[in-house]
């Protein structure tokens, strides 16, 4: 599985940007998808993750309500809707896919897209 990202760069606090995920080679067995990110000296933090089985969709507390992860199965793509972003929002992105096979698991990574908020 390839995943090329796209979207993101340098916003003001209050803007809004669309991240996205486009995946490529073979999707089967695609638990979750999911966005995380990573500011600089900070570990990397889960920001939205979906199951694939229920479309069921989690967020990490601090985007609760601003944050909308979709995703459009006919172009085997995911998005990351962000508002009201905030400054301490800047961070690289990631999208991630969770393979899972009965005996074992992968991960796959998108490319990462910096996401600048400006005060």
């Known amino acids: 599985v390839q995943l090329v990202q796209s979207g993101g760069g340098l916003v003001q606090a209050g803007d809004s940007l669309r991240l996205s995920c486009a995946a490529s080679?073979?999707?089967?067995?695609?638990?979750?998808m999911a966005w995380y990110r990573q500011a600089p000296g900070k570990q990397r933090e889960l920001v939205a993750h979906?199951?694939?089985?229920?479309?069921?969709?989690n967020y990490g507390n601090s985007v609760k309500g601003r944050f909308t992860m979709s995703g459009d199965d006919a172009k085997n793509t995911v998005y990351l809707q962000m508002n009201s972003l905030k400054p301490g929002e800047t961070a690289v992105y990631y999208c991630?896919?969770?393979?899972?096979?009965?005996?074992?698991?992968?991960?796959?990574w998108g490319q990462g897209t910096q996401v600048t908020v400006s005060s």
């Open positions: 991630n896919y969770h393979q899972q096979f009965p005996l074992g698991a992968r991960d796959y």
């Open positions: 080679g073979s999707t089967i067995n695609i638990y979750a």
């Open positions: 979906i199951t694939s089985r229920n479309g069921h969709t």
